[in-house]
């Protein structure tokens, strides 16, 4: 891991071709609200969902106060698919401390199986 980011230094790379910030909340709670351009991949799910990170120039994983995006990011930086050049960070902050607009999913039904309706990242 290369260390945490604060939310104005996320909030400047916002829009950047190469950033991929990974929200490890459940479905539900992505949904509430998130980042912009953010995705989501559920803590637990990430050792398997990993590979979509394949090609990433900066990853930035996000949670609710900033404690498991930081074994989120150690989790992604050991993974072989990640370019050893690539960025992998931690929102210091958590969504909790994320002072910019948040977007919401759609309403509509997307077929994700959402879990348990808590904000714990896992």
């Not at 290369?2 to 829009?15: F, K, T, Y």
């Not at 991929?20 to 637990?44: K, L, M, Y």
């Not at 398997?48 to 900066?58: C, F, I, W, Y």
């Not at 994700?112 to 714990?120: L, Q």
Request: proline share 7%.
């Amino acid at each position: 891991m290369d260390g945490e980011l604060s939310a104005d230094e996320l909030e400047a790379l916002l829009g950047d071709d190469g950033l991929r910030i990974v929200d490890i909340r459940n479905p539900s709670a992505f949904d509430r609200g998130h980042i912009p351009g953010s995705e989501n991949i559920p803590f637990q799910q990430l050792p398997q969902k990993v590979e979509v990170l394949d090609g990433a120039d900066r990853v930035v994983t996000v949670c609710p106060h900033g404690q498991a995006s930081q074994q989120a990011a150690r989790l992604v930086q050991s993974y072989e698919g990640i370019d050893e050049d690539a960025r992998v960070e931690s929102l210091a902050c958590g969504i909790e401390g994320w002072p910019g607009d948040l977007e919401q999913s759609p309403d509509d039904d997307d077929g994700r199986d959402e879990g348990p309706e808590t904000d714990a990242p896992f």
